[in-house]
Structure formats: C-alpha cells, structure tokens
C-alpha cells in the first residue's frame, strides 16, 4: 500500500479525493491536514470528519492547519462549495473533533517516522499551500519522508479564480512559491495536477445514480449531483479527485517535465504558475535571479479510466 497525506480545504471535490482515499486498497491514508480555502477553516474540518466518517474512517488523524493565508485575507468560494463547503447536503454533519495535534506538528511526526521507517509518503496537497510552505521552512528536516509531492493547483493555461491564476495558488501565492523553492532545494519531486486536466475527470448523472447502498456510496453520488447541479450539467468533474487517481494510476497521465514559477506580483496576474515550455534545454537557467523548480506537469488525463477509478472505490 502506498503511504499518503492528503491537505485539504473540504470542499465538494474535496470531498471526492477523501472519499478515494480513505477507501481505496492501494492506499494508505496516514493523516488528513486542514486549512482554510474553499471555506473558514472551522467548516473545512467538520466538512473533513463528516467525509471520513462517511467512508468509516475514522481511524485517520485530522489535523487542524493555518486558517488564513501567509500575508493576504481569505476569500473563500461558497459559489462553488455552497455556504458550509460541502454544498449545503441533507447529510449530517460530524459533531467528532480534531487531533489535538495542530497540522504542522502532525504532518512533522507522520514524515519523521516514515523516514525512520524508509517508508517514505506521498504528500497530496489539493488546497492553498500555507500548511505546507509552514512545515518545510519550520521542519525542513521532515522532507526525509517524502517521497513526492502531487498537488492540485495551477494552470499552464486560462486560470478560474482568474483570468490568469488558479484558486488554490491564487489563495496563498506566497506559499505556493515557498513549497516549489523548498522542494527543489530539498530535492523532493513535484506533481503538478493544474486545471490543464482539472475538469477532465467526468462522472456522468447516470454513472452516479448507480451508486448507494453504503455511506461512502450514498455521499458519493450526493457530491456528484450536487455539483452537476452548480455546474449546470449532466454530470461533474471529481476536481481534486483527480490527483489521487495519479497517485493510484500514474500511468493515466501525461506529463512533461518543465520549470514552473509563481507570479507574486502583477497587476492581474498575481497568482499564476509561470510553466516555461519554450523547450530550452537548460530547464534550470536562470535569467531572472531566482532558480525555477523543475516539476512534472500534468498536460492530459484519461478522463474515464479515471472516472471509473474513482466509481469502483467509491462504491
Ligand atoms: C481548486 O480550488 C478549489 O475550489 C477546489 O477544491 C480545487 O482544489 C480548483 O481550482
Ligand atoms: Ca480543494
């Protein structure tokens, strides 16, 4: 089983990748941080301990993280999430709390003992960054157990939140920035499952209607009306879900191996993920003064294979 951390702003899609997780037989779900993005953190974490209970997980440490970006205010996406995050469901809402272990702490002691176990995890942050960015400038010592980072975030092309950025790097672009410069300084390989393949893992209103009988199944198939129902569609992408699928099944996506930067000025592009694909042959040059990490991009997906990916653990 591989070992993973999902750090997550739960959220509808949110829902979707801690539903795979939790429930998949190739993984090993060894701990789930919070932080505020979607929605206030507060509702982030119940939103975390009602999916982890539906998918009878509760097993699972739950951290509490960073409630605010590292240096601008939260501007949170009930338009897309609904006003509690998870779409405003007829589900009942997980009255469990926390670990009394803040996010940070926890990610530190689950990578420190993987490391002494040469059991390295898989960090999948679908979130803004802050909790990430926190842990390696204050424990850069924990990346001895990390084997990759895949993170939902970005855009080789258009943006959501904008024209230019995604919102997960728009939210806390600082952070994101830290996260790729700690990465390549401490060596750790990089994911980056953008909104290039985002919407592309699709679960049709008919493939969710097939789903019940179980919790997990039950809430499932609710998170895929609900978001047909906000996208106006017959049927949604699994958004995040997405990039637990490429932990799963790499063999699903396609990447290619270019240098990325975070916009952290612009008028409005702030935000952004700057993918060099000119092709130049020296991906770490660096004209600008600041070394670009070298990270694997996702430029496609096989949409289906994922979907039913997601359908046969669900379920
Ligand atoms: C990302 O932003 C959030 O709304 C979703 O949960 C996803 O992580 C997509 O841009
Ligand atoms: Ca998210």
């Not at 779409?87 to 803040?102: K, V």
Request: glycine share 10%; hydrophobic share 45%; aromatic share 4%.
């Amino acid at each position: 089983m591989k070992p993973v951390i999902l750090d997550v702003d739960t959220g509808l899609d949110d829902a979707c990748a801690l539903l795979l997780a939790a429930r998949h037989p190739g993984l090993d779900l060894r701990a789930v941080t919070c932080v505020g993005g979607n929605v206030g953190l507060d509702d982030v974490v119940i939103n975390t301990l009602t999916v982890l209970e539906a998918a009878g997980r509760t097993d699972v440490p739950v951290g509490r993280g960073a409630a605010l970006p590292l240096l601008q205010p939260m501007r949170a996406a009930p338009h897309v999430h609904g006003v509690d995050g998870l779409g405003d469901l007829d589900w009942p809402r997980s009255t469990r709390s926390p670990s009394p272990t803040p996010a940070i702490e926890l990610l530190r002691s689950v990578l420190l003992d993987a490391a002494a176990k040469n059991d390295p995890v898989t960090l999948i942050p679908l979130a803004p960054m802050t909790n990430i960015a926190l842990l390696l400038r204050t424990y850069p010592e924990a990346a001895a157990g990390l084997r990759e980072i895949v993170f939902m975030g970005g855009a080789a092309g258009i943006g959501n939140a904008t024209a230019s950025a995604e919102f997960n790097i728009w939210t806390d672009p600082e952070a994101a920035a830290i996260v790729l410069a700690a990465a390549g300084e401490l060596g750790v390989p990089v994911t980056m499952y953008g909104l290039d393949v985002f919407y592309d893992v699709v679960v049709t209103l008919e493939q969710a209607s097939g789903l019940g009988g179980s919790a997990s199944a039950d809430l499932a198939r609710k998170l895929i009306e609900r978001r047909s129902e906000l996208y106006g569609a017959a049927g949604a992408s699994i958004g995040d879900g997405g990039a637990v699928c490429a932990v799963i099944d790499p063999e699903g996506l396609t990447t290619r191996r270019l240098p990325v930067r975070v916009e952290l000025a612009g008028s409005w592009s702030r935000g952004r993920t700057i993918v060099d694909s000119r092709g130049s042959s020296d991906l770490t040059s660096d004209p600008y003064g600041v070394s670009p990490t070298v990270v694997d991009v996702a430029t496609a997906v096989d949409g289906s294979r994922y979907a039913e990916l997601w359908l046969s653990a669900v379920r």
